[in-house]
Structures are given as structure tokens and as C-alpha cells.
T-cell receptor, first 112, second 114 residues
Framework: RKEVEQDPGPFNVPEGATVAFNCTYSNSASQSFFWYRQDCRKEPKLLMSVYSSGNEDGRFTAQLNRASQYISLLIRDSKLSDSATYLCVARGDGGSQGNLIFGKGTKLSVKP | NAGVMQNPRHLVRRRGQEARLRCSPMKGHSHVYWYRQLPEEGLKFMVYLQKENIIDESGMPKERFSAEFPKEGPSILRIQQVVRGDSAAYFC????????????FGPGTRLLVL
């Protein structure tokens, strides 16, 4: 079982749509989780951290369910510029805390 | 403030040659992380270094790969006797705090082995 699993997509949605991505992780000891965004042939960029209480940043909402080891990202009112690959990330635990564990990413394409 | 810098951005090597990838962290950051992204794959952690120390090298292949972060100068990821399977994007990240939660990524070096 992969440490962080995501649906690879692609998700093809019209502008203005709401889209949700899900992710599961296998290590129950992981403490920190993130969503990164990666544009084609570019570096990953931190989108937001994910907390159990849920957190919102503008059109983006992230949620963590520790009991189910499940992370979600909701994007409302999609823009063309949201087209990218979204990476679900868990931080390693113990001696591997410097180690970010990336999912393979979910590709989003927002069409006019 | 300059972000994380990596060079070269693109590197072409023939099988058997050596590849040296350089990473300069963000100003003030003394923690550096290297990741590799194979085509159509997610990023995989390779190594975490602090100035003059390797903190975690659990993701480094056992042979041909080495990394350093000297007291002065950039961090270097060195791949000896490259093979076609080494072709990938190599990303460096840096953080202010140890075992940093917030890691800032450089633009990557794309290595192509012919």
C-alpha cells in the first residue's frame, strides 16, 4: 500500500465549478499534512496546511479526518488558473520528520 | 529575497558520466532537502542535510549517490556513473526550522541521461 494515495484524475471541470479531491495516508503516526500545487514542469508550491479542525483560504478548504486517515481539498468557483496537479503530502514521523511524503498528484483541468 | 536556487536547470549526461547538482537554500535557511521526481511519478524524498551534517539519508540509493552541504557554498547532490534510470527532475527544498514543516522548493534540475 502506498503511503499517500490520490486519484490521479484528470478532473475536467468548467469554470465556476466546485471540485473536491481526496487523499488517504497509511501512517497513522503522521502529524502534519499539506496540499501542494505543481504546475507542469515546475516546482511544487505550498497551497495550504491541513488541520483536523478544517481550514479555509479563500476558495480553498482543506479537511483532515484522522480516524479515517483521509484528507480532502475543496475548490469553489474554479478559475482557469487553478489548472494544475494537486499534491497531497504527509510529513514523516519520528526520525523522518524532515521527510515530506508526496502522493502522485491529482490533475485538474479547468475549461472555459 | 531570493528563493531556493538550483543549477543547472537542465543537465544532459551520457551513461557512465557524473552529474553534479547544486542547490543554494533561501537566505537564512540552514536545512536542505533533496527530492527526486521520476516521469509521471510523485516526488520521493532522498536526503535531509544541515550544514556539514547528513540528518536523514533514508531515501538515498545505496550506490552512486551522495550529498553534501558544506559550511560554505551550496549543497551538492552527486550522481556517479549515471544510468538512464537516473533521468528525472531533482528538486531541492530548504527550511528555516529543523525538520521543517514549511519547505520551500527550488525550480529543479532536469537530468537527462542518454
Amino acid at each position: 500500500r502506498k503511503e499517500v494515495e490520490q486519484d490521479p484524475g484528470p478532473f475536467n471541470v468548467p469554470e465556476g465549478a466546485t471540485v473536491a479531491f481526496n487523499c488517504t495516508y497509511s501512517n497513522s503516526a503522521s502529524q502534519s499534512f499539506f496540499w501542494y500545487r505543481q504546475d507542469c514542469r515546475k516546482e511544487p508550491k505550498l497551497l495550504m496546511s491541513v488541520y483536523s479542525s478544517g481550514n479555509e483560504d479563500g476558495r480553498f478548504t482543506a479537511q483532515l479526518n484522522r480516524a479515517s486517515q483521509y484528507i480532502s481539498l475543496l475548490i469553489r468557483d474554479s478559475k482557469l488558473s487553478d489548472s494544475a496537479t494537486y499534491l497531497c503530502v504527509a510529513r514523516g514521523d519520528g526520525g523522518s520528520q524532515g521527510n515530506l511524503i508526496f502522493g502522485k498528484g491529482t490533475k485538474l483541468s479547468v475549461k472555459p | 529575497n531570493a528563493g531556493v536556487m538550483q543549477n543547472p536547470r537542465h543537465l544532459v549526461r551520457r551513461r557512465g558520466q557524473e552529474a553534479r547538482l547544486r542547490c543554494s537554500p533561501m537566505k537564512g535557511h540552514s536545512h536542505v532537502y533533496w527530492y527526486r521526481q521520476l516521469p509521471e511519478e510523485g516526488l520521493k524524498f532522498m536526503v535531509y542535510l544541515q550544514k556539514e551534517n547528513i540528518i536523514d539519508e533514508s531515501g538515498m540509493p545505496k550506490e552512486r549517490f551522495s550529498a553534501e552541504f558544506p559550511k560554505e557554498g551550496p549543497s551538492i547532490l552527486r550522481i556517479q556513473q549515471v544510468v538512464r534510470g537516473d533521468s528525472a527532475a531533482y528538486f531541492c527544498a530548504s527550511s528555516l526550522q529543523p525538520h521543517g514543516e514549511t519547505q520551500y522548493f527550488g525550480p529543479g534540475t532536469r537530468l537527462l541521461v542518454l
